[in-house]
């Protein structure tokens, strides 16, 4: 049991850094502008993270599966450290990072160093959402703007009652994203443990049974929670007073925008929903929530007639794109070498 | 939830209340200098009396606006200037209630070929304090509409300018009036009288610049 929380604390420490980045990217703008109190928020988001990553994991973690399926604990280890040191690493020198990004390198550092083939099919497939991701969340941004001002303007509501709704928005919307963040995102947590966990299925009364799987999720979900609580709001206050300056509206726009794109792409419902209707499906991947919130945001600078536009951020994503697997599979490479031939464990079986 | 959607209908209520507070002390300001002008003094001390109770009410009613803003944590956005927006109109009921107290302390003799020109600076500076407040309620309601009153502003405060020049030119060409001490005081009274629409236009200035950072 011991050695299995050892293996698992890479990806623990993984989960714990993407509750204390993260959330920051659904109730940051809220809870700086003090529509929302932090402890809220932070109950909010840890519950429906929870919900989302057991309840909705399972579909961008089974591509990440496709992709690599580590099949020894001591490889799932490195590859999800690596990913974190990665993370850790490029937050330090102040490039935009992914979480999705380092875990994707991680793993096809260890699909190299285990000599298994890596299909470009599904690279191909992951690395398109990258850039679809931001995009998709750019034109969500640009039409919700329209329609909330639109709104806006022929609801005459009072400030004092715009307040309220805004602040309701909010929360529910803060939920949505939670949830949407723990099912898209505990891909990257828990996803490599997936095919060498030990966990067993577990039937509780014969009523309901929780699968090791999920039960692996929930585990990642309690580590970005505690994330949450313990980190994120500085994280908070770094997002909602440096990056952007929104206004209420814009940030629950931003919120909506980015939390609807890491939906799309975690939904198993809809992916059959979508299938059976004999329409074109949205792959299932891990998604990065702080470039989606970076595409948002330029998508409500775009439909405020460009003004205040940074293109220099888009410039910096693009290299993010390239730089973080690329050093996140070397480190898994060199890292996978040392734990097989130093540490004398087994990566890969 | 229910509790707090009730506190926003009262929040609401004491802000159309404190505007219909002010937009009164430009109405009740009007009709004493009416009756001043009419040699009515004693009505004219009735309004006098009638000011005084609404400044303290509206006092009473912009203290708990801002109570309640800071307490429960509304509009933090925008709290600031919501704040500063009751406070300037604060400053403004004062300039009125101040400019009416003078002609009761004072007890200025105007002349009457003069009269009528104080009896228009008067209603041009109501005018400009009803389309303020107007502009103010269109700003917690509907921000597309208060550059409309805004520009009424505007309009009354220059028109009320010219009536306060040409009350001004009159005073010191006239021989009608005697002693340079009764010119400076009829001076001063116009210029006191016309205060009140340069604060309400100074309000209107910064109600403009607070609409743009309404803008979602």
């Known amino acids: 049991m011991l050695s299995i929380l050892f293996f698992l604390s890479s990806g623990l420490f993984l989960g714990w850094s993407l509750g204390a980045n993260d959330a920051a990217n659904v109730f940051g703008t809220a809870v700086t502008s003090r529509m929302i109190k932090f402890k809220t928020a932070a109950i909010i988001c840890s519950i429906f993270v929870i919900i989302g990553a057991v309840a909705g994991g399972a579909g961008a973690a089974s591509t990440l599966g496709e992709l690599g399926s580590i099949n020894a604990l001591a490889g799932a280890f490195i590859v999800a450290l690596s990913a974190a040191l990665t993370v850790l690493f490029m937050t330090r020198a102040m490039l935009p990072v992914s979480t999705s990004q380092s875990i994707v390198g991680g793993i096809i550092?260890?699909?190299?160093?285990?000599?298994?083939?890596?299909?470009?099919?599904?690279?191909?497939?992951?690395?398109?959402?990258w850039v679809i991701c931001p995009v998709l969340a750019m034109v969500f941004a640009f039409v919700l703007f329209f329609i909330a001002k639109v709104?806006?303007?022929?609801?005459?509501?009072?400030?004092?009652?715009?307040?309220?709704?805004?602040?309701?928005?909010?929360?529910?919307?803060?939920?949505?994203?939670?949830?949407?963040?723990?099912?898209?995102?505990?891909?990257?947590?828990?996803?490599?443990?997936?095919?060498?966990?030990?966990?067993?299925?577990?039937?509780?009364?014969?009523?309901?049974?929780?699968?090791?799987?999920?039960?692996?999720?929930?585990?990642?979900?309690?580590?970005?929670?505690?994330?949450?609580?313990?980190?994120?709001?500085?994280?908070?206050?770094?997002?909602?007073?440096?990056?952007?300056?929104?206004?209420?509206?814009?940030?629950?726009?931003?919120?909506?925008?980015?939390?609807?794109v890491l939906f799309l792409f975690a939904s198993k419902g809809l992916y059959d929903l979508l299938q059976s209707a004999g329409l074109p499906t949205i792959p299932l991947v891990p998604v990065s929530s702080s470039q989606a919130v970076v595409g948002a945001v330029i998508g409500i600078g775009l439909a405020k007639g460009g003004r205040n536009l940074h293109l220099g951020v888009v410039g910096r994503i693009s290299m993010g794109w390239v730089l973080t697997p690329v050093i996140s599979a070397l480190l898994t490479f060199i890292s996978l070498y040392f734990m097989q031939n130093v540490f004398m464990n087994t990566v890969y079986q | 939830m229910i509790k707090a959607l009730g506190r926003i209908a009262k929040m609401e209520g004491d802000v159309k209340s404190y505007l219909y507070h002010v937009q009164r002390s430009a109405l009740i300001f009007d009709e004493a200098i009416r009756e001043y002008m009419n040699d009515d003094i004693a009505r004219f001390d009735i309004r006098l009396d009638e000011i005084g109770k609404l400044t303290t009410e509206a006092d009473r009613l912009r203290r708990k606006v801002r109570d309640k803003l800071y307490?429960?944590?509304?509009?933090?956005?925008?709290?600031?200037?919501?704040?500063?927006?009751?406070?300037?109109?604060?400053?403004?009921?004062?300039?009125?209630?101040?400019?009416?107290?003078?002609?009761?302390?004072?007890?200025?003799?105007?002349?009457?070929?003069?009269?009528?020109?104080?009896?228009?600076?008067?209603?041009?500076?109501?005018?400009?304090?009803?389309?303020?407040?107007?502009?103010?309620?269109?700003?917690?309601?509907?921000?597309?509409?208060?550059?409309?009153?805004?520009?009424?502003?505007?309009?009354?405060?220059?028109?009320?300018?010219?009536?306060?020049?040409?009350?001004?030119?009159?005073?010191?060409?006239?021989?009608?009036?005697?002693?340079?001490?009764?010119?400076?005081?009829?001076?001063?009274?116009?210029?006191?009288?016309?205060?009140?629409?340069?604060?309400?236009?100074?309000?209107?200035?910064?109600?403009?610049?607070?609409?743009?950072?309404?803008?979602?």
């Open chain 1, 151 to 260: 709104y806006v303007k022929n609801s005459k509501l009072h400030l004092f009652r715009q307040d309220s709704r805004t602040r309701i928005g909010l929360i529910v919307i803060g939920a949505f994203g939670s949830y949407s963040l723990g099912a898209n995102n505990i891909a990257n947590v828990m996803g490599v443990f997936v095919p060498s966990s030990p966990l067993k299925d577990l039937s509780i009364e014969g009523l309901l049974t929780i699968t090791g799987t999920q039960q692996l999720f929930f585990i990642g979900g309690v580590a970005i929670a505690v994330g949450v609580f313990t980190y994120s709001r500085r994280v908070m206050e770094m997002v909602g007073n440096n990056i952007f300056t929104l206004s209420p509206i814009s940030a629950l726009i931003v919120v909506m925008s980015a939390s609807m």
């Open chain 2, 71 to 216: 307490q429960h944590m509304l509009i933090p956005e925008v709290r600031g200037d919501v704040w500063e927006i009751l406070e300037s109109l604060d400053k403004l009921i004062d300039v009125t209630k101040k400019s009416l107290e003078n002609y009761s302390f004072e007890k200025p003799k105007i002349p009457d070929f003069i009269k009528a020109d104080f009896m228009n600076l008067s209603e041009y500076t109501a005018k400009t304090v009803e389309e303020l407040v107007n502009a103010v309620s269109a700003y917690f309601t509907n921000i597309t509409i208060v550059t409309d009153f805004s520009n009424k502003v505007r309009f009354f405060e220059n028109e009320a300018d010219k009536v306060e020049d040409t009350i001004k030119k009159i005073v010191f060409a006239t021989d009608k009036i005697e002693t340079l001490a009764e010119r400076i005081q009829l001076r001063y009274f116009a210029e006191k009288m016309a205060l009140i629409s340069d604060v309400a236009e100074s309000v209107c200035e910064k109600l403009s610049v607070f609409v743009i950072k309404r803008e979602i």
């Open chain 1, 109 to 129: 550092g260890w699909n190299f160093f285990a000599g298994v083939h890596t299909d470009a099919g599904v690279f191909t497939k992951i690395a398109a959402t």
